[in-house]
């Protein structure tokens, strides 16, 4: 466990919180912790209650899925600087993916329980927390779109395809 | 008549000295000319190559800019001609016209940070810049490589990128959409790799190539970074028939991709890239 | 090279044996003489043996997606309004040979060239055939590659002009300023003029190969009287029913999207005939043959069309699956995006496609009707700029 004025720091440099108010800044201090996963470790759970969102300062965490009879298909992964977790704001706040330290990761953890009943009790908090939730949710949506497309495939979108002929 | 010498449909036999499979379905040939003599070129130019009796096909240059002794080209066969250039052995001649087109600005980069940007293929018409800039490497800030392909398996020149890796003056990234096998690296589209940036986006230039939608996609996460249009560049396919600017099939907009590009800057094309079927 | 050397001299008259001298002197000169003749129902651009090839008496009809014959009672040589095709067919023919090659061990040997066919006399060149030309010339050898071939054959050219004297049901060559009147371009141009007298032509030379061949003729300086009835003749073909504002056409291209595309589509039918007739379409496609042993083969450069699916093909698929799509590629190019590649508009206003296009599509009509919200915003408070028949450029 950190010391709430390394938090501070570390939350005072991230992007994330950029131009957060005093208020939430000392809310978030309060419900965060510093914390460190060993290669294989989880994070997050698929299916177990999503009680914290991880802010990543170092390592990758891979986000996947347990396919029986196979090994887990990552879904993608995350690294230095990147926000992971939004299921602990959206009921009924369960993990829908299981993410994994796929090499030592270190993170700052922050108590989404506590985080909610604060945002509910106090809409203009709950608003500031959405508004910066939002566009991370919006960012993974559109990266997960993107991977739809199947961008560099030789078969993907209707055979319009770069490939280093440019014709025949 | 005498200008028939300068008749700019009349290919230049080439020999072919090394082939190279690179994926399941592209490979890369190294090229001397028949006649003797050298050949120079860009980096992001293009050839149309002839194979005999069977046709001609543009394909970008994959070698390095600094290298006149050899051609070297990297190409997936997709198509009839490109599934013939595949067949080839060493020995076998083949017919080079060009190098046609607008290259990449990597002397106008000169001071700056510099970031390619690949997707799947789009590796190979990047390489010849990669080449010219590490051999101009004091005169950028940083250089980087950031690279999507689908899975594990379909990423280009793989030894070559282990090696750009090992560099203490190069930051190379790669990411799959799928990982498969021993695949330990990142997942995600190559997007991701920009947004996390790394390089002074005020001071930076990119150099953006792979499939069309992966470049359009790739442009607007620049931009949101901090990236101006001016500063971006992307290199653009469409069918060609001459690569001179006389077949008129490579138009899109006002532009004849074969002579006013491949390579566009950013800010002079991003209202193309809106318009469907164009 | 017509046009090059303009020195110009005194118009002369002939009557119609002198034009039978004129082909003749050609002739003679070696060339391979081209005009106008009739050939399954229509006037077309051919070999010409004498001016009895020329379609004498005949006129033409034509509005959109009609074309027919007339007779003429006047008896006229060149009272009809074109031929179907312009001189493109044989200025830059439908089918070239770019090389033969021979299979030689691992490689090949390409083989010498023919040699260049006999240079070209076109006959009765019309202004807008003209601009068309010299739109090509720009094309075949703008910027850094020309291709030697247009370029020699147009080189080599001897232009005689005839100036217009009524205009077709199609035409705005006007709109386009590029017509009727013949003002560069010819070795030697004329003016048909026909009245209860006499049936003569007055001609004009516009280069020194020109001047010496008129002076072989030995034919009389033109009177003021024949001078003022040929300027009579080309002044009545500059009266045309058809218009277009090629300033607001030249802004197509900001107008991708626009619903008329839709309703074009609905009524093109993707034939291409619009680019076969144009004087201007340049867009080719290449063929490769081989022998049956795959010993010898050839590569072939054909007139394309920008209506084909497979025009725009990248392996996979074609990037203008749409046929509006199609038509807007052709349409824009040809009035607006030409602009900004070659520095005027791509079209000649010879009405062509307007009448070889079977269901009658009209590109006065519809470049009027996709910049007609931008024409009256353009406008404004000044009506002039809306109505005026912007010249060209």
Request: positive net charge.
């Given at each position: 466990?950190?010391?709430?004025?390394?938090?501070?720091?570390?939350?005072?440099?991230?992007?994330?919180?950029?131009?957060?108010?005093?208020?939430?800044?000392?809310?978030?201090?309060?419900?965060?912790?510093?914390?460190?996963?060993?290669?294989?470790?989880?994070?997050?759970?698929?299916?177990?209650?999503?009680?914290?969102?991880?802010?990543?300062r170092?390592?990758?965490?891979?986000?996947?899925?347990?396919?029986?009879?196979?090994?887990?298909?990552?879904?993608?992964?995350?690294?230095?600087?990147?926000?992971?977790?939004?299921?602990?704001?959206?009921?009924?706040?369960?993990?829908?993916?299981?993410a994994r330290?796929?090499?030592?990761?270190?993170?700052?953890?922050?108590?989404?329980?506590?985080?909610?009943?604060?945002?509910?009790?106090?809409?203009?908090l709950?608003y500031?927390?959405?508004?910066?939730?939002?566009?991370?949710?919006?960012?993974?949506?559109?990266?997960?779109?993107?991977?739809?497309?199947?961008?560099y495939?030789?078969?993907?979108?209707?055979?319009?395809?770069?490939?280093?002929?440019?014709?025949? | 008549?005498?200008?028939?010498a300068?008749?700019?449909?009349?290919?230049?036999?080439?020999?072919?000295?090394?082939?190279?499979?690179?994926?399941?379905?592209?490979?890369?040939?190294?090229?001397?000319p028949?006649?003797?003599?050298?050949?120079?070129?860009?980096a992001?130019?293009?050839?149309?190559?002839?194979?005999?009796?069977?046709?001609?096909?543009?394909?970008?240059?994959?070698?390095?800019?600094?290298?006149?002794?050899?051609?070297?080209?990297?190409?997936?066969?997709?198509?009839?001609?490109?599934?013939?250039?595949?067949?080839?052995?060493?020995?076998?001649?083949?017919?080079?016209?060009?190098?046609?087109?607008?290259?990449?600005?990597?002397?106008?980069?000169?001071?700056?940070?510099?970031?390619?940007?690949?997707?799947?293929?789009?590796?190979?018409?990047?390489?010849?810049?990669?080449?010219?800039?590490?051999?101009?490497?004091?005169?950028?800030?940083?250089?980087?490589?950031?690279?999507?392909?689908?899975?594990?398996?379909?990423?280009?020149?793989?030894?070559e990128?282990?090696?750009?890796?090992?560099?203490?003056?190069?930051?190379?990234?790669?990411?799959?959409?799928?990982?498969?096998?021993?695949?330990?690296?990142?997942?995600?589209?190559?997007?991701?790799?920009?947004?996390?940036?790394?390089?002074?986006?005020?001071?930076?230039?990119?150099?953006?190539?792979?499939?069309?939608?992966?470049?359009?996609?790739?442009?607007?996460?620049?931009?949101?970074?901090?990236?101006?249009?001016?500063s971006?560049?992307v290199?653009m396919?469409?069918?060609?028939?001459?690569?001179?600017?006389?077949?008129?099939?490579?138009?899109?907009?006002?532009?004849?991709?074969?002579?006013?590009?491949?390579?566009?800057?950013?800010?002079?094309?991003?209202?193309?890239?809106?318009?469907?079927?164009? | 090279?017509?046009?090059?050397?303009?020195?110009?001299?005194?118009?002369?008259?002939?009557?119609?044996?002198?034009?039978?001298?004129?082909?003749?002197?050609?002739k003679?000169?070696?060339?391979?003489?081209?005009?106008?003749?009739?050939?399954?129902?229509?006037?077309?651009?051919?070999?010409?043996?004498?001016?009895s090839?020329?379609?004498?008496?005949?006129?033409?009809?034509?509005?959109?997606?009609?074309?027919?014959?007339?007779?003429?009672?006047?008896?006229?040589?060149?009272?009809?309004?074109?031929?179907?095709?312009?001189?493109?067919?044989?200025?830059?023919?439908?089918?070239?040979?770019?090389?033969?090659?021979?299979?030689?061990?691992?490689?090949?040997?390409?083989?010498?060239?023919?040699?260049?066919?006999?240079?070209?006399?076109?006959?009765?060149?019309?202004?807008?055939?003209?601009?068309?030309?010299?739109?090509?010339?720009?094309?075949?050898?703008?910027?850094?590659?020309?291709?030697?071939?247009?370029?020699?054959?147009?080189?080599?050219?001897?232009?005689?002009a005839?100036?217009?004297?009524?205009?077709?049901?199609?035409?705005?060559?006007?709109?386009?300023?590029?017509?009727?009147?013949?003002?560069?371009?010819?070795?030697?141009?004329?003016?048909?003029?026909?009245?209860?007298?006499?049936?003569?032509?007055?001609?004009?030379?516009?280069?020194?190969?020109?001047?010496?061949?008129?002076?072989?003729?030995?034919?009389?300086?033109?009177?003021?009287?024949?001078?003022?009835?040929?300027?009579?003749?080309?002044?009545?073909?500059?009266?045309?029913?058809?218009?277009l504002?090629?300033?607001?056409a030249?802004?197509?291209?900001e107008h991708?999207?626009?619903?008329?595309?839709?309703?074009?589509?609905?009524?093109?039918?993707t034939?291409?005939?619009?680019?076969?007739?144009?004087?201007?379409?340049?867009?080719?496609?290449?063929?490769?043959?081989?022998?049956?042993?795959?010993?010898?083969?050839?590569?072939?450069?054909?007139?394309?069309?920008?209506?084909?699916?497979?025009?725009?093909?990248?392996?996979?698929?074609?990037?203008?699956?749409?046929?509006k799509?199609?038509?807007?590629?052709?349409i824009?190019?040809?009035?607006?995006?030409?602009?900004d590649?070659?520095?005027?508009?791509?079209c000649?206003?010879?009405?062509?496609?307007?009448?070889?296009?079977?269901?009658?599509?009209?590109?006065?009509a519809?470049?009027?009707?996709?910049?007609?919200?931008?024409?009256?915003?353009?406008?404004?408070g000044?009506?002039?700029?809306?109505?005026?028949?912007?010249?060209?450029?």
């Open positions: 466990m950190g010391q709430p004025h390394d938090l501070g720091n570390i939350i005072d440099a991230h992007p994330f919180f950029d131009g957060i108010d005093a208020e939430l800044r000392t809310l978030l201090v309060g419900c965060a912790a510093n914390e460190r996963f060993e290669p294989g470790e989880f994070l997050l759970r698929e299916g177990k209650a999503a009680d914290k969102f991880f802010l990543i170092g390592g990758t965490v891979a986000v996947e899925v347990d396919v029986p009879g196979k090994k887990p298909i990552i879904l993608e992964t995350m690294g230095e600087g990147e926000v992971l977790g939004w299921s602990w704001m959206v009921a009924p706040f369960m993990a829908t993916f299981d330290a796929t090499v030592a990761v270190r993170a700052l953890s922050f108590d989404g329980k506590c985080l909610r009943k604060k945002m509910a009790a106090d809409p203009a709950g500031a927390v959405m508004s910066r939730f939002v566009p991370v949710m919006a960012h993974r949506l559109q990266q997960t779109r993107m991977q739809l497309l199947d961008l495939g030789v078969d993907a979108e209707g055979g319009k395809k770069k490939k280093k002929g440019k014709g025949d | 008549m005498s200008a028939h300068k008749d700019p449909m009349l290919p230049r036999p080439f020999r072919v000295e090394k082939v190279k499979r690179e994926l399941s379905d592209t490979f890369t040939m190294e090229l001397v028949a006649e003797g003599g050298g050949f120079s070129f860009a992001g130019q293009f050839n149309m190559l002839y194979v005999f009796g069977i046709g001609e096909v543009p394909i970008s240059i994959s070698g390095d800019p600094g290298e006149h002794e050899r051609l070297v080209h990297t190409t997936r066969a997709v198509g009839k001609v490109s599934g013939a250039l595949d067949a080839l052995k060493v020995g076998d001649v083949i017919g080079v016209r060009g190098p046609y087109g607008i290259p990449w600005p990597v002397e106008a980069a000169f001071g700056r940070d510099l970031v390619f940007v690949a997707g799947g293929v789009g590796l190979a018409p990047l390489r010849p810049a990669i080449y010219q800039a590490m051999a101009n490497r004091e005169r950028f800030g940083k250089v980087m490589v950031l690279y999507g392909a689908r899975t594990p398996e379909d990423i280009l020149f793989k030894k990128i282990e090696r750009w890796r090992g560099r203490f003056d190069m930051d190379v990234a790669v990411t799959v959409d799928r990982a498969t096998g021993k695949w330990g690296g990142n997942v995600g589209v190559v997007t991701n790799l920009v947004a996390k940036g790394g390089f002074d986006p005020q001071n930076t230039t990119a150099f953006v190539c792979g499939p069309e939608v992966m470049m359009r996609y790739a442009a607007q996460a620049l931009e949101k970074k901090g990236v101006g249009r001016g971006i560049f290199s396919e469409r069918n060609m028939k001459c690569g001179v600017g006389l077949c008129g099939h490579c138009q899109w907009g006002t532009h004849f991709v074969c002579k006013d590009g491949p390579v566009f800057r950013y800010d002079s094309i991003a209202d193309l890239f809106s318009i469907r079927e164009l | 090279m017509p046009g090059v050397d303009a020195s110009i001299t005194t118009a002369v008259v002939f009557d119609r044996g002198g034009l039978d001298a004129l082909i003749a002197a050609l003679a000169k070696g060339f391979h003489v081209v005009g106008p003749r009739v050939a399954d129902d229509a006037v077309v651009y051919a070999d010409l043996d004498a001016a090839d020329l379609p004498a008496g005949w006129g033409d009809e034509q509005e959109g997606g009609r074309y027919r014959l007339t007779r003429r009672k006047d008896g006229a040589l060149f009272g009809y309004t074109s031929g179907v095709q312009g001189w493109k067919r044989h200025l830059y023919p439908p089918r070239q040979k770019l090389f033969a090659a021979r299979r030689d061990g691992q490689g090949f040997a390409i083989l010498p060239p023919d040699p260049p066919a006999a240079p070209l006399a076109l006959i009765g060149v019309r202004a807008c055939e003209l601009a068309a030309i010299a739109k090509q010339a720009k094309v075949f050898g703008d910027r850094d590659f020309a291709d030697p071939g247009y370029q020699g054959r147009l080189a080599s050219a001897f232009v005689v005839v100036e217009c004297g009524e205009a077709g049901g199609t035409c705005f060559c006007a709109a386009m300023g590029t017509g009727p009147a013949v003002e560069t371009g010819f070795d030697i141009k004329m003016v048909e003029v026909i009245d209860k007298a006499r049936h003569v032509f007055v001609a004009t030379a516009g280069s020194a190969a020109g001047a010496k061949v008129l002076d072989g003729l030995k034919a009389p300086a033109a009177a003021e009287a024949d001078k003022a009835a040929a300027a009579a003749r080309v002044a009545k073909a500059a009266k045309q029913a058809k218009t504002d090629a300033k607001a030249a802004r197509l291209k991708p999207d626009h619903a008329r595309w839709d309703d074009v589509a609905r009524r093109c039918m034939c291409g005939n619009c680019t076969m007739v144009c004087p201007t379409c340049f867009c080719t496609t290449v063929e490769d043959t081989t022998d049956l042993k795959g010993e010898h083969a050839e590569r072939w450069r054909n007139w394309d069309s920008c209506f084909t699916i497979d025009f725009s093909y990248i392996h996979g698929g074609a990037i203008r699956t749409e046929v799509s199609r038509y807007r590629q052709w824009t190019h040809k009035l607006s995006t030409w602009h590649q070659f520095g005027s508009s791509g000649v206003g010879c009405g062509r496609c307007i009448t070889w296009c079977p269901v009658g599509i009209d590109i006065t519809e470049a009027t009707a996709i910049t007609e919200g931008a024409r009256k915003a353009a406008a404004g000044s009506k002039k700029a809306a109505t005026s028949g912007g010249k060209g450029r």
